[in-house]
């Protein structure tokens, strides 16, 4: 929840396909950009979205048990978004994608200045996944998060890409390799930068 003392919390969605309790690759990735989003004093949760019925639509609330409207109040009470998911067929999941299209609802919610109400929150991406695709999918996922009004900060993806037709998936490493826990330092310091100045000056109103 969005507090006033100064503090930060993050929200990741986790777009896996795999229903919980299942071992989730993107889960473990969430999970580690939260962990680097705590050192800089931001607290977190993960949701698996899977878990939840989330209906397909494009409105806030598509009525009778659609299980957005739970998701959206942490969504917009978060002040970092971490967009994380899968890779399949070199797209990211359906589940990102319904995500995608149920933040579309949020572009007709404005603040009292009238200014889109997801203006001045903070949103990252993490994909992972053992075939191409990583590059495309971030830019897609930052494209959508920032046409809904999300601000997505210097370095704000993060990704890991495996040996190609193997069967080795993140949640198997180990390790994280330097280059993944390099970058996710760097996305949770420049993410919580960024989400501490646009609470302190917020957009103008136009």
């Known amino acids: 929840m969005a507090t006033t003392d100064g503090t930060l919390t993050a929200l990741a969605l986790n777009c896996t396909l795999t229903p919980g309790p299942g071992e989730s690759s993107t889960e473990k990735m969430a999970g580690q950009v939260l962990d680097a989003l705590a050192g ?16 397909p639509g494009v409105q806030a ?7 957005w409207p739970a998701i959206r109040e942490k969504v917009l009470a978060a002040d970092i978004l971490v967009m994380a998911t899968p890779t399949w067929l070199g797209n990211m999941s359906s589940v990102a994608q319904r995500v995608l299209e149920r933040l579309d609802a949020e572009l ?3 603040d009292d200045a009238g200014r889109p109400i997801l203006f001045g929150k903070v949103a990252v991406t993490a994909v992972v996944g053992n075939e191409d695709g990583a590059h495309a999918i971030t830019a897609a996922l930052f494209q959508g998060l920032n046409d809904v009004g999300f601000t997505v900060p210097a370095q704000g ?3 890991w890409n495996g040996e190609a037709m193997t069967g080795t998936d993140y949640k198997d490493l180990s390790d994280t390799p330097e280059a993944v826990a ?25």
């Open 182 to 206: 390099t970058v996710q330092k760097t996305l949770a310091a420049n993410a919580a930068h960024l989400a501490r100045l646009l609470r302190s000056a917020v957009y103008p109103a136009t």
């Open 61 to 67: 609330d598509m009525g009778d048990g659609d299980a």
């Open 157 to 159: 993806g993060v990704y």
């Open 108 to 110: 007709s919610e404005t």
């Open 40 to 55: 800089h004093g931001v607290s977190g949760e993960v949701v698996r979205v899977v878990d939840h019925d989330v209906h």
